[in-house]
């Protein structure tokens, strides 16, 4: 297991947010970075519920750490937040830097199956190798009290990676998430690059995968426990634009026979995609999660 590197630490919210870096197996050997803050109450005596927060296109590790507002809420609750990066970086892939929405800083939390994007695998980081490393280092985290959360691109990874593995996340919630890529401009662009399909469905079934719209809609996890919060800014160009589809994860919800309390989509009005819009409800987000966290 590898060793992690302590690259830089501050003192916030009476905690320590420190940046860590470690080459990832499932990056291909690419050393990978995130933030994890540690509320003072955590120790390996008294180990911590942990958020992991999911940033958006063009973002990377430090972006929720120093725009979203989640610590102080998170100190209060004696919530650790880990904050990984959105993509692999220097993965030598041609043109991975050309475009903002494909490539560097745009990883889409999945696994890459197109020869071209092998490295890019950050479904198995998240899901199982951070978690491993995280463990190892035995750093006072309670890795089996854990949710998810993230903005736009990581929204929809929030969203898609709490679906999936129910076992792992206690809940998940997302601001301005892609809910439905299988079917928006943003997730045909992604999966069309990462995704070599075995199939001729359209859509590819290897990208109903990824889609958690299709994965509500289909969802086995028990009648009233599931545990979803999503909020758009009724002002957020993006949605305007049909890059969102708040109302495909509301109708999969409906489809699956889930309470309103269940998956809860809220439109907040006025509210853009910026940092403005989720540090003004950053607070709510942490208090939900820690509902389920410290049950």
Request: aromatic content about 10%; some cysteine; glycine content about 8%.
């Amino acid at each position: 297991m590898p060793k992690l590197e302590s690259k830089q630490s501050n003192k916030v919210a009476s905690g320590t947010l420190t940046k860590y870096s470690f080459p990832s197996t499932s990056l291909g050997g690419l050393t990978t970075n995130f933030n994890l803050f540690l509320p003072s109450s955590a120790s390996s005596s008294s180990p911590v519920p942990v958020l992991l927060y999911l940033a958006g296109l063009t973002c990377n590790e430090d972006t929720g750490a120093q725009k979203g507002g989640f610590l102080l809420t998170a100190a209060k609750h004696g919530l650790a937040v880990v904050m990984p990066d959105t993509s692999p970086r220097g993965a030598e892939v041609e043109g991975e830097d050309e475009d903002w929405d494909l490539g560097s800083g745009a990883g889409f939390y999945i696994n890459a199956t197109a020869d071209k994007w092998k490295k890019y695998r950050m479904y198995d980081l998240i899901v199982e190798e951070l978690p491993k490393v995280l463990k190892e280092a035995d750093l006072g985290l309670d890795l089996t009290r854990m949710s998810v959360f993230g903005h736009s691109m990581g929204g929809h990874g929030a969203l898609m990676l709490y679906l999936r593995n129910p076992n792992l996340f206690k809940s998940a919630s997302a601001f301005s998430p892609a809910c439905n890529p299988s079917q928006t401009p943003w997730g045909k662009k992604a999966f069309n690059a990462y995704i070599q399909p075995c199939t001729r469905s359209s859509p590819p079934s290897e990208w109903l995968a990824y889609d958690s719209s299709r994965l509500l809609a289909r969802s086995e996890i028990a009648k009233g426990d599931v545990h979803i919060l999503v909020d758009v800014g009724t002002g957020d160009q993006f949605l305007k634009d049909g890059q969102l589809e708040p109302d495909a994860l509301k109708e999969a919800a409906k489809e699956n026979g889930r309470t309103q309390e269940e998956v809860q989509v809220r439109l907040q009005d006025g509210y853009d995609h910026s940092y403005y819009f989720i540090s003004t409800f950053a607070s709510e987000h942490v208090e939900y999660h820690a509902n389920f966290l410290k049950a």
